[in-house]
């Protein structure tokens, strides 16, 4: 089975931290994606990645960056973290036609 | 307009019974589509697939309407295990036929069966 780790189940950060949310899939996939979940509001898309350097911004960029430097890791940066970044951060990886795999996300607080 | 809308429940059902969730998509070109289930503060997982012709696994049946723009999921025989949040999941064609391999989400559908 795709394996999708992300580095931490839950994250305290204070406001104005940078912050690194870390992925890692291990089945070669091209695309990888970064969303946030909120209440009532569902899944929303801050980045993807559909190979090495590349990127695109999804719906929700601002305040986030990303990087892929590997195929295997893609990174999200919050560059100045604010209390409205709190929130549940879910990385996917995905392969030609077939459905996402998600990780078990990382809960962030920003205080 | 939203690129895929569901009614957001909740649904409540005893065990035992038969529940259907509805999805529409609004790209006519859209290639694949997926149900997703999320537990409580959990990531969400593969379901299933869902075919042009209707497939089945198990207890659960999906169906496309291409024409209508249209997505099911029949749950028969409802056991408790199957409360969750059910994500309709829709794959569509972008510029010049490109789909970056993004897909996009529902809000979710939300199912509590109780005994």
């Known amino acids: 089975d795709v394996k999708v780790t992300q580095s931490s189940r839950y994250l305290v950060k204070r406001t104005g931290e940078k912050v690194f949310l870390e992925c890692v899939q291990d089945m070669d996939h091209e695309n990888m994606f970064w969303y946030r979940q909120d209440p009532g509001l569902g899944l929303r898309l801050i980045y993807f990645s559909y190979d090495v350097k590349m990127k695109e911004k999804g719906d929700i960029p601002e305040g986030y960056s990303v990087s892929r430097e590997k195929k295997e890791r893609f990174s999200l940066i919050l560059e100045s973290a604010s209390t409205n970044q709190t929130s549940m951060y879910l990385c996917?990886?995905?392969?030609?036609?077939?459905?996402?795999?998600f990780g078990s996300g990382t809960r962030l607080t920003v205080v | 307009r939203k690129e895929v809308e569901q009614d957001p429940g909740p649904f409540n059902v005893p065990e035992g019974a038969t529940v259907a969730f509805n999805c529409t998509y609004s790209?006519?070109?859209?290639?694949?589509f997926f149900w997703y289930r999320q537990d409580c503060r959990k990531e969400p997982k593969l379901l299933m697939s869902?075919?042009?012709s209707g497939n089945e696994d198990g207890r659960f049946t999906a169906q496309l309407n291409r024409a209508s723009q249209y997505i099911s999921l029949l749950i028969r025989d409802s056991k408790l295990s199957d409360s969750a949040t059910y994500l309709c999941v829709v794959n569509p064609r972008g510029a010049r036929g490109s789909t970056l391999g993004r897909l996009y989400f529902g809000r979710g559908t939300q199912l509590t069966v109780w005994p």
């Open positions: 869902v075919y042009s």
């Open positions: 996917a990886s995905r392969s030609g036609m077939k459905g996402y795999t």
């Open positions: 790209n006519s070109a859209s290639q694949s």
